[in-house]
């Protein structure tokens, strides 16, 4: 398949999209598009609209006055199609947006989502970015011919055991330019500290080592019970700083030292790490999934299953040691900035994936795309 310059391509969410949404999935898409429009290409994102805030009000608002069930409107310079069923809502967006190819990712529902942009006529991709909705299934058949993409060489290995087929590996885009700071380096960070991130073994690291300052960050999706129990154990640790979710992670890798990631969940990639590497900030993480692919040469590595005594020793030797912590912070500012690691080569990476040959793609129908050609 041969493109013009500029692809269009449309990003298929099955789930809210920032600003009602800030996750990994969500942030990568962004820093992809905003990438892709600097490189001369057209993005565009259709999501489902959370049913709170001033997003829902505009869009009812706009979707009434312009009578589309996902009125057409902007985020930070993205465009995006916002309603509450993006399967029903794709043929008018595609009817507007007049996609080269559609990029389905999200959570179950996607491979559903799937069948339904291969019925456009339009190629479709699926990007994998996490592994738990696929492992439930054992019919794939709506990726049939579909070009695969995967965050991590770990991901696209499992999905290579699940589908036994190929998926090129395309890490998450991160701008380093948008984290790189100087750092303070005064306490350890976790992000998101639910129970299947190692929650517990944050905390019992902070009670073990109580002349270590910690800053605990929540997630957007605070409501678990174990978040609150944490915080109230938290609360008692005088080492201990309890922030509200945050979009300043600037601010936050500012003052770090340590990013803990001590996750039990089948990560398959390691946005924090690569984030905080960009400013030289070592990783302490679980050795689990994808996370050791993420974390690279700037970090220590710690079973999630490993005594408690293992996690200290790891954290101490960072903390404690001036010459082996300024040796993993050259490394994790390397690792950041590696050739392929760059936005340019990873959105170049990305529009060679989703433009593979037509005979790798089973669609019904034809493109509405004439400039499209074989």
Not at 194 to 204: Q, V
């Amino acid at each position: 398949m041969q493109w013009g310059f500029s692809v269009r391509v449309l990003f298929v969410h099955t789930r809210p999209y920032l600003p009602q949404l800030l996750g990994g999935v969500e942030t990568t898409t962004f820093d992809l598009c905003r990438q892709l429009t600097l490189m001369g290409h057209q993005t565009a994102v259709i999501c489902e609209l959370g049913r709170h805030g001033g997003v829902w009000l505009t869009n009812r608002i706009a979707s009434r006055l312009s009578r589309r069930t996902f009125p057409r409107s902007s985020y930070r310079g993205t465009t995006v199609y916002r309603g509450f069923d993006p399967a029903l809502g794709l043929p008018e967006v595609v009817a507007d947006f007049k996609p080269d190819a559609l990029v389905v990712q999200g959570s179950e529902t996607a491979f559903a989502l799937a069948a339904e942009c291969r019925l456009t006529g339009v190629p479709t991709a699926f990007y994998f970015h996490e592994l738990v909705s696929a492992r439930k299934r054992t019919d794939f058949s709506q990726l049939d011919g579909m070009p695969l993409l995967a965050n991590s060489a770990y991901t696209a290995k499992v999905v290579a055991s699940l589908l036994g087929r190929e998926a090129a590996v395309v890490p998450p885009l991160v701008d380093g330019a948008a984290y790189r700071t100087t750092t303070t380096r005064a306490h350890v960070t976790m992000v998101n500290p639910r129970k299947i991130k190692g929650g517990e073994i944050a905390l019992e690291l902070a009670r073990a080592c109580p002349d270590i300052p910690f800053v605990f960050i929540e997630a957007w999706n605070s409501a678990d019970e174990f978040v609150d129990q944490l915080r109230d154990a938290a609360a008692a640790l005088p080492n201990v700083t309890w922030r509200k979710s945050t979009t300043d992670m600037l601010g936050v890798y500012a003052s770090t030292r340590i990013a803990l990631m001590p996750s039990r969940w089948e990560e398959t990639w390691g946005r924090v790490a690569t984030e905080a590497q960009a400013s030289g900030i070592p990783v302490l993480a679980s050795n689990h999934a994808a996370l050791p692919e993420s974390v690279g040469p700037g970090g220590i590595l710690v079973s999630p299953d490993a005594p408690l005594e293992d996690w200290v020793r790891a954290l101490r030797s960072l903390w404690d040691d001036p010459a082996l912590y300024e040796r993993l912070s050259e490394r994790a500012r390397a690792f950041a900035a590696r050739p392929e690691a760059q936005p340019a080569q990873r959105a170049a990476a990305f529009i060679a994936a989703v433009s593979q040959p037509p005979s790798c793609h089973t669609f019904q129908g034809q493109s509405p795309r004439a400039s499209m050609r074989s």
